[in-house]
Structures are given as C-alpha cells and as structure tokens.
C-alpha cells in the first residue's frame, strides 16, 4: 500500500518568511496530492491540491510543487500570518479507482507563525 | 452547501460500553468516508459508501466496528464494547462521484474511552 513521509513535523517561522512542507510517497499510480489545514478542534480544509499532470500549482500566498520521478511534493506559504498557524497534512491517492477519497496522509507538520 | 455535520462533537464512555456517531455529508454527495485520527498523527482511513452500499473496509476496521449508510444519505459508526485503544477523532468526510470532486472533512467526533 501507499507510505506517505511528511517533513517537518514541527516548522516555526516569523511573520512574512516563507514555510515549505515536504511529502515524499511510496506508490508510483498515485497520482492525486491534496493538502489539509487543520486547525484545533476542526476536521482537515483542503487548501490546495495537484495532479500528477501538472508539476506545480498556486493559489494565492500557496503553491504545491511535484516532482514524479522522485516521488516527492512540497507546499509553499509565502508571506506567512500568524492565521496560518496550524497542523499542515499532505496525502496521496490514486484518483483512477473507485476508491478516490481513500487518501494515505501523512504525519503531519505543526506551523507556527510568530507575529 | 452546508458541509459535512458530525454528530456528537464529543463522546465520553465507560470501557465495555457501546457508543454510537452519525455523520451527514453534503447533500447530493453520493460517497461518504469515515475516517479515525489519533493524537499528533494523520488520519487513518476506514471505510467508505458509495449511496448505501459498504464498498472498502479497513483492516483496522475490527470486529467490533460496524457502519450502516442505510438510506445512502447519512451514516452511522458504532464501537461496540469500546476499549481505551479505541479513543480518538473519528472523521467523516464526503465527495461527489467524479475525480475532480474533492474530499471535504466534517469537524469529527472526539471518543474518549475511560
């Protein structure tokens, strides 16, 4: 099955600097990267996600790169707030099968921003 | 779009004691994923519907473990017999059937087992 690595597991930045979380994955058919925002006491936001067609995507202050040969993604926060604080999650599935939303995460990275 | 509704927020039992969480997805979302966390990890999956019927379950989905979609609305996720391992975030969360249509997580229900 699918093995998901996530690092940092603990990021502290200062207001403005930029925060990268990186995700390596095991199984070469994923082909499907979200990322999750979990904030205390919530469930996990999809804040951004990437196919395996496309090798960066950005939205905003965010943008998630992939790499295929090296099975490696990374979420970028430029100008980071302390409002982004919060446990980041990057997953992976393959979106080809019936069981799309079967995502493997992993472990998590705890951001905070200091003001 | 009201968003995934998970209910209860919080559950605390007594080990041995069976405990019960209901789940509504968004509506028109025809599959429905329940989920379980434990502190400081990622969620685990383990179990999914698509309408009524059960199609994947995990292998950490025990025995004790059961989840109904009877209606392919709602759902269901019973702990018969709870034991303190069995503490944890249990997640639902839900999609429309297509893969451009991304999973949105409800805020969970938090089992504690004393």
């Known amino acids: 099955g699918e093995n998901v690595e996530q690092h940092p597991s603990t990021l502290s930045v200062q207001e403005g600097d930029s925060a990268v979380i990186k995700c390596t994955y095991s199984d070469s058919a994923s082909n499907y990267f979200p990322w999750y925002k979990q904030e205390l006491g919530k469930g996990p936001q999809l804040i951004i996600d990437?196919?395996?067609?496309?090798g960066e995507k950005k939205d905003q202050r965010i943008a998630v790169t992939l790499n295929k040969t090296a099975k490696h993604f990374s979420l970028h926060i430029t100008e980071t707030q302390p409002e982004d604080s919060a446990v980041y999650f990057c997953?992976?599935?393959?979106?080809?099968?019936?069981?799309?939303?079967?995502?493997?995460f992993g472990q998590g990275t705890i951001l905070t921003v200091h003001p | 779009d009201t968003g995934v509704s998970q209910d209860p927020r919080h559950k605390i039992t007594k080990r041995g004691q069976n405990v019960t969480f209901r789940c509504d997805p968004i509506?028109?979302?025809?599959?429905l994923y329940w989920y379980r966390q434990t502190l400081g990890q990622g969620p685990e999956f383990l179990t999914y519907f698509q309408n009524e019927a059960q199609l994947e379950k995990s292998r950490l989905l025990s025995d004790r473990f059961s989840a109904e979609r009877p209606k392919g609305s709602f759902s269901t996720l019973e702990i018969q017999r709870t034991e303190q391992g069995d503490s944890a975030m249990y997640l639902c969360?839900?999609?429309?059937?297509?893969?451009?249509?991304?999973?949105?997580f409800g805020n969970g229900t938090r089992l504690t087992v004393t």
């Open positions: 997953a992976a599935t393959f979106s080809g099968g019936t069981s799309y939303g079967k995502l493997t």
């Open positions: 990437i196919r395996s067609n496309v």
């Open positions: 969360a839900s999609h429309r059937t297509g893969n451009n249509s991304p999973l949105h």
């Open positions: 509506s028109e979302h025809n599959r």
